[in-house]
């Protein structure tokens, strides 16, 4: 995720390490297109209600599908679109009220100080983290227990992505070598927290002090499960027999299981870890290729530098873990291994704080976002959708092999039953022909083209499955503008944010640059601000696709282009091709959510295309269906055309700005309460944009948010935190209606 601020480390995104030959479209575009200037949309007027504040009468709206047999009452979109702005502070349409939940630094446990929001705090092992992503909600009965249906009382499984170091320490972050202090506090930070809420009338608070409130950070130990358990791929200093590591970071987006536990996805953590220079002519030649294409290159004297220089604070094991050098005789005496302990989806039960955490490997190691369930079925094996957050990257599904049985829905023992659903399957990279069909190539030693591969000789399922990237490679799979979130939808059918691509261009390309094709067909040019131009997809696309038969384990599939992100007034025969108005138009979706209390699927923006006219966004959208549109054709005149599969255009009833954010954020991750009256989402990096050099001067701040809306201390001058948001319905129906 976040565009901006992590691309400096080749992070969220902006690596770039798929240098593969696959093909992108059956006819390839061999020109040149013409630098163009987009038009910008005007903003809209509808009424708006802001955090905390005013509560006006929601305005009336039309939808041109019913909803879905799970809803009951309420017009879907039946709320003034919210207008675009620059405003430090979060917009919600008239008859809303969007209030803070918890913060950055709030105590999870009793005893913890309140935060100081100085830089002074530390214990963030019992405090929230940073940087608030991906979300879940585990409903809690009365007594304690598991309840899918309460809305009163539950839990809140919480993403921390990554830090914001300016305003983590009194004045930010001390040059390498680190102090252990300041390495401490922002390794703490990370991970993910599970809080207890609690409504009262019709208020949601934290609750500090309870027993299920815990942190799982970057120190904490995490056992691997399924196919490469005991890999030699794995075996380090602190784990000789390869069953265990320390720590999950930059946990990005997050997925619920049928049985009631918390998926984290491990997005862009190559960049932790230190390589030194010279440390290429200590591996083979096949560890070479794995680290380079997964970020980790290093060629002659220039290192891999690591994000934070954590691997600088000392000689303790702690430290020294973030160096992934050759530095020993064997793997067992160092951590040459330890960064193959990141990039899985990672499993938590937060009904038990004292269960073991689960790296599932069996669903490959890649840049996660999210994963998505589709629907359980009884009866057939289920499957799990996830995409690899960096530009030309892949689409995969995992296809458990085990069936479905009701069940599992409530057995006690729910890291058991993820033992038995996600640690044995098959995965499968997708392929999008130009015809709108497609197939899921299935990645492992049994395929001989993955066995085969002459780029990299795979040693076993294991290796298959922690370098997916390669064996991705090697079957061909269709490169794509950055997949990140997924989402199942009631239908079904899956849905995928593709957020944007620097990489795409006409004519001539060279290195990890891509010509356009039916599943990534735009290449234009966006001018930001007076002169910033963006060349590629920089407005990013939303897919989605149907499994044939309705089968999880389905080997095809049909898909369609949902929605074109695009500028309102933006060319509409090249760019704007979902017919986007000011009161819809976005760019780079990316966190993607569907909630079936009203069948709405919200999508969430985390935009550098755009910012020079709005802050960050999240829309309410109504899905359709594969093929409710039909072949476009995108003319780039001398240049040749080339033909995707689109949408039905959008309308004010089926697309519509919800919310807007603060200055320098993302809005990111969210969850509802079973009756759909309450929508928490999260407010992730305000301000990120503040200079290093502004630190002790609050007038430089980009943001103060959510000081300056009353939350925590420092008032208008505050330090910006990341922050969950609890948005209710004035009148007490069900959000989006």
Same mark, same amino acid.
């Given at each position: ?21 696959n ?15 987009l ?6 007027? !509808?009424? +708006?209600?802001? $955090?905390? /504040?005013?509560?006006?009468? &929601?305005?009336?709206?039309g #939808?041109?599908?019913?909803? @879905? =047999?799970? !809803?009951? +009452?309420?017009? $879907?979109? /039946?709320?003034a679109?919210? &207008?675009?702005?620059?405003? #430090?502070?979060?917009?919600? @349409? =008239?008859g809303?009220?969007?209030?803070? $939940? ?15 929001n ?45 830090i ?149 604070a ?97 057995a ?23 015809d ?19 780029g ?32 199942v ?23 990890s ?9 735009r290449?234009y ?7 910033t ?53 976005l ?26 006219v ?87 701040y ?36």
């Open positions: 995720m976040n565009d901006r601020v992590e691309s400096a480390f080749l992070g969220h995104g902006e690596e770039d390490s798929n240098t593969s030959s093909p992108t479209f059956d006819s390839v575009v061999q020109a040149r297109l013409s630098r163009r200037s038009l910008r949309g005007g903003v809209g007027t !509808a009424a +708006t209600a802001l $955090l905390g /504040g005013l509560s006006l009468a &929601a305005c009336g709206g #939808d041109d599908e019913p909803a @879905p =047999a799970a !809803a009951s +009452t309420g017009t $879907l979109l /039946g709320f679109a919210v &207008a675009k702005s620059l405003d #430090d502070r979060i917009t919600v @349409p =008239a809303y009220t969007a209030s803070v $939940l918890l913060a950055l630094g709030d105590p999870l446990a009793a005893g913890v100080s309140a935060f100081r100085d830089g002074t705090d530390s214990g963030y092992d019992r405090r929230v983290g940073d940087d608030h992503d991906g979300m879940e909600y585990f409903g809690l009965s009365t007594t304690g227990s598991p309840d899918p249906a309460s809305s009163a009382r539950a839990l809140l499984g919480i993403n921390h992505e990554y914001n170091q300016l305003f983590l320490h009194p004045n930010g972050p001390s040059p390498n070598p680190r102090p252990a202090g300041e390495t401490d506090i922002e390794v703490d930070a990370h991970g993910v927290s599970i809080v207890e809420i609690a409504r009262s009338g019709s208020t949601y608070a934290y609750v500090q002090n309870s027993t299920f409130n815990r942190r799982i950070t970057a120190a904490t130990e995490i056992q691997f499960s399924g196919p490469l358990r005991g890999h030699p791929l794995l075996i380090t200093k602190f784990s000789p027999d390869a069953t265990k590591t320390r720590g999950t970071v930059n946990n990005c987006g997050t997925g619920k299981t049928p049985w009631g536990t918390l998926l984290t996805g491990e997005e862009n953590w190559t960049g932790y870890y230190f390589r030194a220079a010279g440390d290429q002519a200590l591996r083979t030649a096949k560890a070479n290729t794995a680290l380079a294409r997964y970020g980790r290159n290093v060629t002659g004297t220039a290192a891999a530098a690591s994000r934070y220089g954590w691997e600088t000392g000689a303790a094991d702690k430290y020294a873990r973030w160096n992934t050098s050759v530095t020993g005789a064997t793997p067992a005496d160092d951590y040459r291994h330890e960064i193959n302990g990141q990039g899985y989806i990672t499993e938590i039960d937060p009904y038990d704080p004292a269960s073991v955490v689960r790296k599932r490997t069996a669903l490959g190691r890649m840049a996660h976002e999210n994963a998505a369930f589709g629907k359980p079925v009884a009866g057939k094996p289920l499957a799990v959708y996830l995409g690899d957050d960096a530009r030309n990257e892949y689409i995969y599904k995992f296809v458990s092999t085990d069936n479905w049985v009701a069940a599992d829905a409530t006690p023992n729910r890291m058991a039953t993820g033992d038995k659903y996600l640690d044995r399957g098959k995965l499968f990279a997708a392929k999008f022909n130009a709108g069909t497609g197939q899921w190539i299935e990645l492992s030693m049994a395929n001989p083209t993955v066995a085969g591969f002459a990299y000789a795979f040693a076993d399922d294991g290796d298959v499955l922690m370098h997916a990237r390669l064996a991705a490679d090697a079957v061909g799979a269709t490169r794509m503008d950055r997949p990140e979130w997924c989402a939808a009631g239908s079904g059918e899956v849905y995928f944010t593709l957020t944007n691509n620097s990489n795409r261009r006409l004519g001539t390309v060279t290195g640059q891509l010509n356009p094709d039916a599943a990534n067909p290449v040019t966006d001018i930001r601000g007076a002169s131009v963006q060349s590629g997809n920089p407005n990013g696309h939303v897919i989605r696709l149907r499994e044939n038969g309705g089968e999880p384990a389905a080997t095809a599939f049909a898909w369609d282009i949902y929605l074109f992100g695009a500028e309102a007034g933006s060319p509409t025969n090249v760019i704007n091709l979902s017919g986007l108005t000011s009161d819809n138009d760019s780079s979706p990316d966190g993607l959510v569907y909630t079936p209390s009203t069948g709405l699927l919200w999508v969430q923006t985390d935009d550098g295309a755009y910012t020079d709005t802050n960050c966004m999240m829309l309410a959208a109504v899905p359709g269906t594969v093929g409710d549109g039909g072949p476009v054709t995108i003319d780039y005149g001398a240049s040749g055309t080339v033909t995707t599969r689109a949408g039905r255009k959008q309308t004010a009833t089926t697309l519509k700005r919800f919310l807007v954010g603060p200055v320098d954020q993302e809005i990111t991750g969210l969850a509802e309460t079973p009756d759909g009256k309450a929508l928490f989402l999260n407010v992730q990096h305000p301000g990120e944009e503040t200079p290093f050099s502004a630190i002790g001067d609050p007038s430089k980009t943001s103060h948010w959510p000081g300056n809306a009353g939350y925590g201390p420092g008032g208008a001058n505050a330090r910006p935190r990341s922050a969950t948001v609890v948005v209710v319905k004035n009148d007490g129906g069900r959000v989006g209606t």
